[in-house]
């Protein structure tokens, strides 16, 4: 079982859809968790970071943590064709998933 | 306030010769990170420093790959010899402290031949 995993994509929405992305981890003793977004050919920018249960909200952004499903999301709302990108789940700053390709179309 | 910094961009060299890139963090950071992303896959960590102390480098291939963090600020990761496996962005992230948002550098794109 992959320490961190994230459904790889592509996920397609719309303009101003919302879009969810999905993440589940291994570790339960796990504490901290971020969301990355990555453009094709650069480094990774951090988005959100959540460190307990419930909702976390930043602008267009919302990330949701549950630690006893061992699951964590990223909803975009809103979504714009900038925010075409794949982005990363980490857990604990050092463990990351593949990343979830996003795709939004005008 | 100045970004991470890393050298060279990009690197192409030959299988079994010898490459080193550097990282300077942000200012203050004490944790530093090295990772390794594999195209299609998501960064794998390599090395974690706080200060100039190695905190997790159980997936670092020692045989081949070396770090160190000498006076606590910048770093320098190397491979000797490199193999065409090593073909990879290696990316250097550095954060106020461990499990705290991390901030990335642009990466070196190394190609091995």
């Known amino acids: 079982q992959k320490e961190v995993e994230q459904n790889s994509g592509p996920l397609s929405v719309p303009e101003g859809a919302i879009a969810s992305l999905n993440c589940t981890y291994s570790?339960?003793?796990?504490?901290?968790f971020f969301w990355y977004r990555q453009y094709s050919g650069k480094s990774p920018e951090l988005i959100m970071s959540?460190?307990?249960?419930g909702d976390k909200e930043d602008g267009r952004f919302t990330a949701q943590l549950n630690k006893a499903s061992q699951y964590v999301s990223l909803l975009i709302r809103d979504s714009q064709p900038s925010d075409s990108a794949t982005y990363l789940c980490a857990v604990n700053n050092m463990r990351f998933g593949a990343g979830t390709r996003l795709t939004v179309k005008p | 306030e100045a970004g991470v910094a890393q050298s060279p961009r990009y690197k192409i060299i030959e299988k079994r010769q010898s490459v080193a890139f550097w990282c300077n963090p942000i200012?203050?950071?004490?944790?530093l990170y090295w990772y390794q992303q594999i195209l299609g896959q998501g960064p794998k960590l390599l090395i974690q420093f706080q200060n100039n102390g190695v905190v997790d480098d159980s997936q670092l291939p020692k045989d081949r790959f070396s770090a160190e963090r000498l006076k606590g600020v910048d770093s320098t990761l190397k491979i000797q010899p490199a193999k065409l496996e090593d073909s990879a962005v290696y990316l250097c992230a550095s954060s106020l402290a461990g499990g705290r948002e991390q901030y990335f550098g642009p990466g070196t794109r190394l190609t091995v031949t």
């Open positions: 570790d339960r003793g796990s504490q901290s």
């Open positions: 200012s203050g950071h004490a944790t």
């Open positions: 959540i460190y307990s249960n």
